[in-house]
């Protein structure tokens, strides 16, 4: 595999070099990754019908990227410049995007704070640098293919001010032991929750999504908004623009409480749940463990889900059966 090897400065940045992993040099001063300053972003490489390989909004990617870099006190730097080297980079090292649709090339451009020097300060020098790995289903699932989901009240992923919005490591790390201990209770995820009204954030590290009759007896997909405890998902961003052009959906970005789940559940007007991401394109949800119940989302027993449809057009648009401005061909 080859690596982009990027020395980034305060104050400006050096073009990129494209060297082979084995004789990649480092900077002194990265031989002293700092502990505490790091962040990343998740894109894919998607090897099409017509054996053309393509990218999936990675504009958004770095102008997010950039923004969790302001917010960590690391450099900015030129998201354009780098889509031209991961793409030069994918040229490269093409065969390894699976001539598959069950799989694609995960990849991870990474910025790290150096310091030869321990202590939370801001830092001098940073290093970029992108990693790829072909990959393939993310998260078990049931037999019926949909995620049962744990919500534990007790345990929060994010809190106002902080960084729940941006891609960094340290939003990573602490739910290990939460997903963990849902494992062991026989669930796949956790969704998080927020506040004492058990608002809905995020599912595993992937946006909620959820599909209900309305008051007004319409269809309605709704996802809560970005108030800061969220990440701007690209899939999130792209599935509300897509739907949002379908007549016979109403769409919504609005927040939503477990009572207000348990109470459509019960009127019979929950249809699906599903996270939404990058990893695992959609994933529906069938069970929630919620305050020692078990609740039953009507998920897989919808005759036409919604959810199904955004994933077919998703994966239409990145293997190319479709032509779409969503997807950038690298040539």
């Known amino acids: 595999m080859l690596k982009i090897n990027y020395q980034v400065q305060l104050g400006g940045w050096q ?10 040099s480092i900077h002194p001063a990265a031989k002293a990754l700092h502990y505490a300053i790091q962040l990343f972003e998740g894109m894919k490489a998607y090897r099409g019908v017509d054996d053309k390989i393509r ?21 900015i730097f030129n998201g354009e410049e780098l ?29 790290i704070a150096t310091e030869a020097t321990f202590g939370v300060m801001a830092p001098e020098s940073a290093l970029l640098f992108v990693v790829l790995s072909p990959v393939s289903a993310y998260y078990k699932t049931s037999t019926d293919g949909a995620v049962s989901i744990f919500a534990d009240p007790n345990v929060v992923r994010a809190f106002p001010g902080g960084v729940g919005n941006r891609k960094v490591g340290s939003n990573y790390g602490p739910t290990i032991e939460a ?4 494992a062991q209770l026989g669930h796949h995820q956790v969704l998080w929750l927020f506040g004492p009204d058990h608002q809905l954030t995020e599912v595993g590290a992937m946006n909620i999504f959820t599909v209900y009759i309305n008051e007004n007896g319409d269809k309605q997909l709704s996802t809560p908004p970005l ?3 969220i990440l701007p998902g690209i899939t999130r961003r792209s599935i509300l623009e897509l739907a949002s052009q379908w007549e016979d959906l109403v769409v919504k970005e609005e927040t939503i409480t477990m009572d207000r789940v348990i109470t459509l559940n019960k009127q019979g007007r929950l249809l699906e749940m599903f996270g939404a991401g990058t990893a695992a394109v959609i994933s529906p949800v069938s069970r929630i463990g919620f305050l020692e119940n078990n ?16 994933k077919d057009t998703l994966l239409a648009i990145q293997y190319g059966h479709i032509d779409h401005p969503y997807s950038v061909i690298i040539s």
């Open 15 to 24: 073009k990129p070099d494209i060297i082979p992993f084995e004789n990649l």
């Open 55 to 75: 990218l999936f909004r990675p504009d958004l990617n770095m102008r997010r990227m950039n923004l969790a870099a302001h917010r960590s006190g690391l450099p």
């Open 83 to 111: 889509i031209k080297c991961m793409k030069r980079l994918i040229q490269i090292d093409q065969e390894w995007v699976p001539h598959s649709e069950s799989s694609t090339l995960y990849i991870r451009p990474t910025l």
């Open 179 to 182: 997903t963990t201990r849902a």
């Open 227 to 229: 108030n800061g405890l």
């Open 295 to 310: 609740i039953h989302i009507p998920t897989m027993q919808q005759a036409q889900p919604v959810f199904q449809r955004l």
